[in-house]
């Protein structure tokens, strides 16, 4: 059983900037993908970025270049680094965990980036 705890979230202006953590209650050294994925009224659930346990990243078109996904292991703790916000940024963004084969999920935190 994992738990994530997401934060970080909140209103900001287009331009601006924020960073989301997703803190696990056990430790994620041996969780090989941890993601972020977002969520937006009315629209599918889309994957953001990833990162695996070796450091590789990757990130959806929309974002990258402007979002950077990292790992503290020590912390049990995922990151996101979000720049140069835009509008259609914003939505519920959540933390993801998949662990033999089972997919673990915080509760998201609501990102809203204003015009």
């Known amino acids: 059983q994992v738990q994530l705890v997401e934060s970080g979230g909140g209103l900001v202006q287009a331009g601006g900037s924020l960073r989301l953590s997703c803190a696990a209650s056990?430790?994620?050294?041996?969780?090989?993908?941890m993601a972020w994925y977002r969520q937006a009224p009315g629209k599918q659930r889309d994957l953001v970025a990833r990162?695996?346990?070796?450091?590789?990243?990757n990130y959806a078109d929309s974002v990258k270049g402007r979002f950077t996904i990292s790992r503290d292991n020590a912390k049990n703790t995922v990151y996101l680094q979000m720049n140069s916000l835009k509008p259609e940024d914003t939505a519920v963004y959540f933390c993801?965990?998949?662990?033999?084969?089972?997919?673990?999920w915080g509760q998201g935190t609501q990102v809203t980036v204003s015009s």
């Open positions: 990162i695996s346990r070796g450091g590789i990243t």
């Open positions: 056990t430790s994620i050294s041996g969780i090989n993908n």
């Open positions: 993801n965990a998949m662990v033999f084969g089972y997919d673990y």
